[in-house]
């Protein structure tokens, strides 16, 4: 043992922590450039489908987003299938008002361009999603995507079964 | 006049402000880019005008139907959704001049000249209340991508580049060209209980 200790003193100067703000800073920097904040809290079970015929979606802001799902907390809001907008459940009724409102913060050149963001879980029946289009059409917001994730939606259906 | 000696600010806690607000940052990110199907729903039709009778002739119309029970009914047969998109294909295109298939009509198209389309043919697709959201937007996906896979093949054969890859600036004509022999007509019937 002592073979090893008795060896010529070379100690490793500690290594220089100057520039770790440097690189801190860096890291930091492109979080803040490329994030987008949560556009809302999520009060609905939300798995999204596949499907491989997919655009992207390009502008955010032109963006305006419906989730469809069953309540997270079943046991104060049941098993049934909701809507949610913004931030609380809401009825069909209610999705004229939002749209019109999310119109509203737009500038006007824009407000063709709008899009309507379908975030519907895989479980949910179409009885729901169909009332909402109709609301849509109502509400005039014809634009719409149904989000999905990308892969092959025939190989999805057959392991599910 | 006295000059006090300036200390240097110690930075050395400059790393964990910074740090601080890194995972700040980390955890409020959602690095998610949204997509999916894009569709056009139909305008409301106005409350005025009464459910015309379009009248379209039966060998233009390909019927999708899905029951609740996420079944399949093409043109009145079972079918299942592996097949649907080879379906789909054969009836826009109608290789073999088939009675049964839509009728062709000779339009002349920029760049390819006259050219066979079946103009007038229509998908229609009904789903029941009970469909599941899955198999709906399977089918979805199946219909939109016979479009696509045939144009990508019209495509291919014309310039040797798929569709999606054609500038959508410098290309404008060309797309417009394909958009007019294949043109999406997949309309969405009003809503009521298909059952089953």
Request: proline fraction near 4%; charge should be negative.
């Amino acid at each position: 043992m002592s073979k090893f200790k008795k060896g010529e003193k070379k100690t490793v100067g500690s290594i220089s922590t100057a520039s770790l703000p440097d690189i801190v800073f860096m890291l930091l920097f492109f979080f803040m450039v490329t994030t987008v904040m949560r556009e809302v809290e999520l009060k609905v079970d939300y798995r999204p489908t596949t499907a491989d015929q997919i655009t992207k979606l390009e502008e955010k802001s032109l963006v305006s987003y419906i989730y469809i799902g069953k309540p997270l907390s079943t046991k104060i809001f049941g098993t049934v299938p909701r809507i949610q907008l913004n931030d609380s459940f809401a009825e069909p009724e209610q999705i004229r008002d939002f749209i019109a409102a999310k119109r509203e913060q737009l500038n006007e050149n824009d407000r063709p361009k709008m899009t309507v963001s379908l975030k519907i879980d895989k479980k949910v029946e179409m009885g729901i999603v169909t009332d909402v289009k109709q609301e849509l059409r109502k509400a005039s917001a014809l634009k719409i995507n149904y989000s999905t994730n990308e892969g092959d939606p025939v190989e999805a259906l057959r392991s599910r079964r | 006049m006295a000059r006090r000696q300036l200390q240097e600010i110690n930075a050395g806690s400059m790393a964990d402000i910074a740090f601080l607000l890194l995972i700040f940052f980390l955890v409020s990110t959602t690095m998610d880019t949204d997509s999916g199907i894009l569709r056009r729903l139909p305008p409301m039709p106005e409350e005025e005008t009464k459910d015309e009778q379009v009248d379209v002739k039966e060998r233009n119309i390909f019927v999708v139907l899905v029951n609740r029970n996420d079944q399949l009914l093409v043109e009145g047969e079972l079918m299942n959704i592996k097949d649907l998109r080879e379906a789909t294909k054969e009836f826009i295109v109608n290789p073999n001049d088939d009675p049964d298939l839509p009728a062709k009509e000779i339009v002349d198209v920029k760049y390819f000249g006259p050219v066979e389309i079946t103009k007038k043919h229509v998908i229609s697709l009904q789903n029941d209340r009970g469909t599941s959201y899955e198999m709906y937007i399977a089918v979805q996906n199946e219909l939109v991508a016979a479009y696509s896979e045939l144009r990508d093949e019209l495509c291919m054969k014309k310039w040797g580049k798929k569709f999606d890859d054609l500038d959508s600036e410098k290309d404008e004509d060309k797309i417009e060209a394909v958009e007019t022999i294949y043109d999406r007509k997949i309309s969405e019937a009003e809503p009521r209980n298909v059952g089953g």
